[in-house]
C-alpha cells in the first residue's frame, strides 16, 4: 500500500474542519448504522437458517446457492450436492403434487422474508443502485461504509490529502468539490457499466477526486508517500514529484479495474471504476482551475483577505521563506528582526530568526523572543512545543535558563515522559539558583521535584 501523507515544508494557516467535519459524519453514520443493522442481521441469519433446514427436509428443489451465504451452508455442502446429483440423475422419488405444493408456498415464504428484511438494510436503502436510485442516494452512498475498516482506510487516506487543498482552495469550495467527486465518481462508473445491478458504498470515489487533485495541484513539488508492506515493520517514506504519482495512480485503478472487468464481469466488492473516475475528476479540475486561474485570482485573495492578525504574520513568514529559496539570507534575516517582536507568537518566524541566527553567529540578540516564546507555550499547556524550542536554546547556550517557573513546568513535563536523568540535570541548575530573594512556591515546588528525581 503506497498513501501520500503530505508535502515537505507546507505549514497551516488554520484547522481544516470541512476535512475534520466530514471524517467525524462518515465515522458517527456508520456507528448509527452498524447499530440500526444489527437485529435485521440476526433476523436474516435465524431465517437463513430456517431455509437451510426447509431445504434438507425438502431436497427436490433446487438450492439457492447465490442467495445463501456459502459459509452458512459449509456444513451440509456434501449433502447439498448429493441432493443435485439425484435430482440431475432422476433417481430422487418426488412426493405427490399437493405436498410439493404446500412446501412451495412455505419456501416462497422464506425466500420473500429474506428479501423484506435484506430491503430494510442500510446499505440497500441508502446505498446508491443505478437501476433503483434516489435525489438522496446519489448523496448519501458516499457516506456509508461496508464496515469498520472499509470507513477507517477511506478516513485515514482522506485526512492525509484532504487538509492540503483546503488550506489552498477554502472551506466552501473544497467541500463543493468533495462532493462533486463523489457524484462524478459513480457518474464514470455507471458509464462504463450501465447495466450493473450492483450497490455503491463508501467515500473512496470521493477520496480518489481528492487525492488525484492533490497529486495534480503539487505536479512539480516533492510530495511524501509512506509505503506498507503488509508486516509489522515492513514499511518507510520516500518523496517524488507529484507528476509521477498521477501517472502511478491513474494507471494503477486503470489496470485494477479491468482485472475486475476481466474477473467478475463488472462486477466486485471493491469499485474500481469509481475510483478511477474519481481519480481523473479531481485531476482534471485542477488542470483547469490552473488553466483559467482560479486559484490565484480568485480563491487565494478571498482567503488573504480572511486572514487574522496570525494570519498576516504566517504570510510575512511565506514571503521570508521564498527570500531564503532565492538565496537572500541575509535580507531574509533582516526583515525576521524587524517582524518577529510585531508577530511574537508565530512560531515558524521565530524558528527560522534563531536557524538564522545561527549561521550569522547572532542569536545573543534574539534569545529574548526565544525565551518569551517558550514562556508562552507554558501557559498555554504546550510543554511538549516548548522543550523543543527549550532544547533549540540550550543547543547554542548551554546554561541559559528561562525563569523558574518556566522551568519548574518544563522538569515536570521531563518527569511525566520518563526523562529522569534531564529532570534532574535541570532540577540541580534551578537549585543552584536559589537564594533568600526566590519565592517561597518556588521552593516548595523544587523540594517535591528533587524527592521525585
Known sequence: MILPIGKDGFSFRRMPWVTIFIIIVCIFIHAMVTNYDRPILEKIDKLQDEYIEFYMDHPYFPFARNFIPYKKYKPFRKKIEQYDWYRESRTYVFPEN????????????????????????SWQRWGYKRTESTFFTHFSHFFLHADWRHVLFNMLFFFFVGAFLEELWGYKFYFIFYILCGLFSTIGSDLIHPTTNLYSLGASGAVSGVIGAFLARFWNEKVRFIWWGGGLFSFGTFTVPGWMM??????????????????????????????????????????????????????????DAEFTYMDRGYKRYVEIREMITKGLKSEAYEKLKEDVPKYPR???????????????????????????????????????????????????FPKEKISDQGMIMLIKYLISIKEMDHAKKMTEEVAEGINEKTPEGIVVQLDKLVAST
Open 98 to 121: 399437493e405436498i410439493v405444493d404446500q412446501a412451495r408456498v412455505k419456501l416462497d415464504g422464506f425466500i420473500d422474508d429474506i428479501i423484506g428484511q435484506r430491503r430494510q438494510l
Open 346 to 396: 508565530n512560531s515558524e518566524m521565530i524558528e527560522q530568526l534563531w536557524i538564522l541566527g545561527r549561521y550569522y553567529l547572532d542569536n545573543v540578540n534574539n534569545l529574548i523572543h526565544l525565551k518569551k516564546y517558550i514562556e508562552h507555550e507554558l501557559k498555554k499547556g504546550r510543554p511538549e512545543s516548548a522543550m523543543h524550542y527549550f532544547d533549540m536554546m540550550r543547543e547554542t
Open 246 to 303: 498521477v501517472i502511478f495512480e491513474v494507471g494503477r485503478e486503470f489496470i485494477y479495474a479491468k482485472i475486475q472487468d476481466a474477473s467478475y464481469n463488472g462486477g466486485s466488492s471493491t469499485g474500481y471504476w469509481a475510483h478511477f473516475s474519481g481519480l481523473v475528476f479531481g485531476i482534471l479540475v485542477v488542470i483547469i482551475m490552473k488553466i483559467i486561474k482560479v486559484e490565484k485570482k480568485v480563491l487565494k485573495p478571498k482567503l
